[in-house]
C-alpha cells in the first residue's frame, strides 16, 4: 500500500503553462484525504514552488533545491544542506572560464549578476529548440517568469562566497552549448564534496554532494516512519533519478528522458495529459 507519493515540479507535476491542472489537483486531494502523505521534490526554491501551490490551492511539505532544503507545509525548514564559501567560489570560476550564465540559490534568496543575460540565454534555448515560435512571445513568457522569481541582483558574488555563513543550495546553470555543458560537467565533477546534475538538456544544477532528492526523501519517509517500499515517487529528468532509484513504486513521465524511463518500474502519460493525476488515481484504485 502507498503511503507517501513524491512528485517533480517542472515537467511532471505542472504543465506547459506552468500550472497544476485541475484534475491533478483533483487527485492530490483525494490521495491526502486518504491519509496518503503528498509532498514535492523539486530544482525549485520553497518560494518559487509555493508560487505554483498557492495557486493551485495545494498544501503540503517541499523537498526544494534538489535536497538542499526540506520544508513542511507551513514552511518550516527542517533540513538544509549548503556548499561553503571555497567550494562555491571554485564552481564559480569554471562557469566564469567557459563564459557560462549563472545563478546562486541560497538560504537568502536567489541571486544573479545579470538578470538580463539569464533571459537572453533562456530565450536563445528556446528559440534553438523551435524556431518556428515567435522570439518576442518567448522574450515576454521569460521576462514574465523572472520577475515572479524575486531574483537578487549583485555585482559581486565574492561577498557572498567570503561570508562567515555562506551556504550555497545550488548553482543553476543554462547554456545552449550542450557540448560545452558536457565539457563543463565533466570538469566540475572533479570537485570533491559535491553533486552535479541537470534538470534539462541546456543546464547544470550543482549542490552539496549529500543535497540530491532521493537522499531527502529516505530522510523525510524515515522522520514520517514510513517506508521507501511504500512511496511513489514521479519524474521526468536527471535529477529526479536519485528518488526513483529508491521509491517502491517509481513512475516516469511520459515525456521523460529515456535514462529514467529505464530505471522506473512503471510509466504513466505526459506532464501536459495529466500524467500525476493518472498515476495517483491507479495507486488509489
Known amino acids: 500500500m502507498i503511503k507517501c507519493i513524491?512528485?517533480?515540479?517542472?515537467?511532471?507535476?505542472?504543465?506547459?503553462?506552468?500550472?497544476?491542472?485541475?484534475?491533478?489537483?483533483?487527485?492530490?486531494?483525494?490521495?491526502?484525504?486518504?491519509?496518503?502523505?503528498?509532498?514535492?521534490?523539486?530544482?525549485?526554491?520553497?518560494?518559487e514552488a509555493r508560487f505554483v501551490l498557492d495557486k493551485a490551492g495545494v498544501d503540503c511539505?517541499?523537498?526544494?533545491?534538489?535536497?538542499?532544503?526540506?520544508?513542511?507545509?507551513?514552511?518550516?525548514?527542517?533540513?538544509?544542506?549548503?556548499?561553503?564559501?571555497?567550494?562555491?567560489?571554485?564552481?564559480?570560476?569554471?562557469?566564469?572560464?567557459?563564459?557560462?550564465?549563472?545563478?546562486?540559490?541560497?538560504?537568502?534568496?536567489n541571486f544573479t549578476k545579470d538578470v538580463q543575460r539569464g533571459i537572453e540565454a533562456i530565450v536563445d534555448?528556446?528559440?534553438?529548440?523551435?524556431?518556428?515560435?515567435?522570439?518576442?512571445?518567448?522574450?515576454?513568457?521569460?521576462?514574465?517568469?523572472?520577475?515572479?522569481?524575486?531574483?537578487?541582483?549583485?555585482?559581486d558574488y565574492g561577498e557572498i562566497f567570503n561570508a562567515d555563513d555562506c551556504?550555497?543550495?545550488?548553482f543553476l546553470a543554462f547554456c545552449k552549448d550542450e557540448q560545452l555543458l558536457k565539457k563543463t560537467s565533466r570538469q566540475l565533477e572533479k570537485i570533491a564534496g559535491i553533486h552535479v546534475t541537470s534538470s534539462g538538456r541546456h543546464n547544470i544544477e550543482l549542490t552539496h554532494a549529500d543535497a540530491q532528492k532521493g537522499k531527502a526523501l529516505k530522510w523525510f519517509a524515515e522522520q514520517s516512519g514510513i517506508s521507501l517500499s511504500e512511496t511513489?515517487?514521479?519524474?521526468?529528468?536527471?535529477?529526479?533519478?536519485?528518488?526513483?532509484?529508491?521509491?517502491?513504486?517509481?513512475?516516469?513521465?511520459?515525456?521523460a528522458e529515456q535514462e529514467v524511463k529505464k530505471v522506473c518500474r512503471y510509466e504513466t502519460t505526459t506532464n501536459d495529459n495529466d500524467g500525476v493525476a493518472k498515476a495517483i488515481m491507479k495507486a488509489l484504485s
Open 6 to 47: 513524491a512528485s517533480d515540479m517542472d515537467g511532471t507535476l505542472i504543465n506547459a503553462s506552468h500550472e497544476i491542472s485541475q484534475s491533478t489537483k483533483d487527485a492530490i486531494l483525494l490521495a491526502q484525504g486518504h491519509g496518503i502523505e503528498f509532498l514535492v521534490a523539486t530544482g525549485r526554491s520553497w518560494e
Open 61 to 109: 511539505p517541499a523537498i526544494c533545491v534538489n535536497g538542499a532544503e526540506i520544508r513542511d507545509k507551513n514552511g518550516k525548514v527542517l533540513q538544509s544542506i549548503g556548499m561553503n564559501g571555497t567550494v562555491s567560489e571554485e564552481i564559480a570560476q569554471i562557469f566564469q572560464a567557459a563564459d557560462i550564465y549563472f545563478e546562486l540559490y541560497t538560504p537568502a534568496g
Open 125 to 155: 534555448i528556446y528559440h534553438t529548440a523551435d524556431p518556428t515560435e515567435n522570439i518576442e512571445e518567448i522574450r515576454q513568457s521569460i521576462q514574465e517568469t523572472f520577475s515572479k522569481r524575486s531574483i537578487n541582483i549583485v555585482d
Open 167 to 170: 551556504s550555497i543550495y545550488k
Open 232 to 255: 511513489m515517487a514521479l519524474g521526468d529528468n536527471y535529477n529526479d533519478l536519485s528518488m526513483l532509484e529508491i521509491a517502491g513504486y517509481s513512475v516516469a513521465m511520459g515525456n
